[in-house]
């Protein structure tokens, strides 16, 4: 059974940092591109940001660059999100995901989506 277990959410002030993780579990980790998502409420999910199989390639909402960054580490199963000068439009629940297809123009949307974990949720006050 495919599982992708988040944490590290919580609320934070405007200009905080959080640190999210998900481990990976019932496939092979390294062969999959893994990505974070993230739905805020009566809103659709949306991309957030995906790392490569080994981590080489990288993409990023144009939201979030600059202050996201996204690192796996395959010895340990795990995807992270470092999440720098939070606002409260990031405020959402985030997703952990496996991803089946690249897109080519960078711009991933659920579609590209094969497994997803169950979410983390995130906060940002003013």
């Known amino acids: 059974q495919v599982q992708l277990v988040e944490s590290g959410g919580g609320l934070v002030q405007a200009g905080g940092s959080l640190r999210l993780s998900c481990t990976v579990s019932?496939?092979?980790?390294?062969?999959?591109?893994l990505g974070w998502f993230r739905q805020a409420p009566g809103k659709e999910r949306e991309f957030v940001s995906v790392?490569?199989?080994?981590?080489?390639?990288?993409w990023y909402h144009s939201s979030v660059k600059g202050r996201f960054i996204i690192s796996r580490d395959n010895a340990k199963n795990t995807i992270n999100l470092q999440m720098n000068n939070l606002q409260p439009v990031d405020t959402a629940m985030y997703y952990c995901?496996?991803?089946?297809?690249?897109?080519?123009?960078?711009?991933?949307?659920?579609?590209?989506?094969?497994?997803w974990g169950q979410g983390t949720q995130v906060t940002v006050s003013s």
């Open positions: 995901a496996t991803l089946s297809t690249y897109s080519r123009s960078g711009n991933f949307s659920t579609s590209n989506v094969r497994y």
């Open positions: 019932g496939l092979p980790f390294s062969s999959v591109g």
């Open positions: 790392s490569s199989d080994h981590g080489y390639d990288t």
